[in-house]
């Protein structure tokens, strides 16, 4: 089988230039970390409910993360103004002017419906709310976007049984489902019968395994919860017999440097494993995970792991091809866009 093409290398100002008219899927984002400081103030207000900062800059100085968790405690504490199908319209239509910004073709985003539901917003007003701007965005700005629905891992597989099923009477609404939220102590063991649920309903299955979990929580998203893409996966390479199971069954990591940086997943982003990814013939892409809280959006984290990393041209055009080709699009129109991303990078 012939391998990806080669490129000679460009300079470094030219393959900016590549990457950030490159069309691109996004398929590591959620929704609730594209909140804004300033549009979580805005929101807030309208809806009586005090941020417990004083500023949208004194917001953004609160974000210092140590781990995961320090940043979720952070992250469920903003998306508490959101109440109304408005709020998450507006949300959701921020991120997708950004992200047509960035060249994104294709968009599939998270949502975390319980970290709503918990306080009483309806179920349907948060997936309105969000499908009204997907639709809009689809008109207006010629994105594709789909929506996955998480699962959060601190919570019980009862309590996620629970939202399927006020998730089924909308079951267009989104094509899968995913598993995010604390990986230490949550493995995806856990949640074995609700995902089988899922995959009988004929969703697509996504879970964030190996970010701060170990390899065997990538072993488990796959055999116990049928996982098609792994959200992060960095660790893998920590057990070379997952690595291997992941190349065999081109499994993709959908791969976020900038999160991994500010949650102390690694101290650097020099240090970043992405090289050694692609090395191993990983199928990594690079995408944003929670960029109102990690200073950047797709463009940003492909520029600056190019830039840190040093990689070469032919490194950032895999990742750019793997974002598309790890997409659940139909095969015909992720072919449209891998040609038009060939037409940009000269081949
Ligand atoms: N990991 C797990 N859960 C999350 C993340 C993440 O990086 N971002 C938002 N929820
Ligand atoms: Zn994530």
Request: aromatic share 8%; charged share 25%; hydrophobic share 40%.
């Amino acid at each position: 089988m012939a391998g990806p093409p080669r490129f000679p290398d460009l300079s470094p100002v030219e393959l900016v230039g590549r990457i950030e008219r490159a069309p691109k899927a996004e398929l590591h984002v959620h929704i609730e970390g594209t909140l804004e400081p300033e549009l979580a103030f805005a929101i807030g207000r309208r809806n009586d409910i005090a941020l417990p900062y004083e500023s949208p800059g004194a917001m953004r100085q609160a974000y210092a993360f140590s781990d995961l968790q320090s940043f979720l405690d952070i992250y469920y504490a903003a998306a508490a103004v959101l109440r109304t199908e408005e709020d998450f319209f507006e949300m959701a239509w921020a991120y997708l002017q950004k992200a047509q910004a960035d060249n994104v073709v294709r968009a599939e985003i998270f949502f975390d419906p319980q970290t709503h539901t918990a306080r009483g917003v309806a179920f349907e007003t948060v997936v309105q709310g969000l499908g009204r701007a997907l639709e809009r965005a689809r008109r207006e700005l010629g994105i594709s976007a789909a929506l996955i629905m998480c699962f959060l891992r601190h919570l019980s597989e009862r309590e996620a049984f629970e939202t399927l099923e006020q998730a089924e009477p909308f079951g267009d609404a989104f094509l899968g489902v995913g598993l995010d939220s604390g990986e230490r102590g949550n493995p995806p063991e856990k949640f074995r019968g609700v995902f089988a649920r899922c995959r009988r309903l004929g969703l697509h299955v996504v879970a964030h395994a190996g970010e701060e979990g170990p390899p065997a929580s990538i072993i488990g998203a796959l055999d116990a919860l049928g996982a098609e893409r792994i959200d992060h996966g960095v660790r893998c390479l920590e057990d070379p017999g997952v690595v291997t199971r992941l190349v065999r069954e081109r499994i993709p990591l959908t791969v976020c440097p900038l999160s991994n940086v500010k949650l102390r997943v690694f101290e650097r982003l020099a240090d970043h494993s992405l090289p050694r990814l692609l090395a191993a013939g990983l199928r990594a892409s690079v995408h944003s995970d929670d960029p109102a809280y990690f200073s950047g959006y797709v463009n940003h984290n492909l520029v600056e792991s190019c830039t840190a990393l040093r990689l070469t041209t032919s490194d950032a055009y895999t990742l750019l091809r793997n974002s598309l080709e790890s997409s659940f699009l139909e095969p015909s129109e992720i072919a449209r866009h891998v040609e038009r991303l060939n037409g940009v990078f000269g081949t």
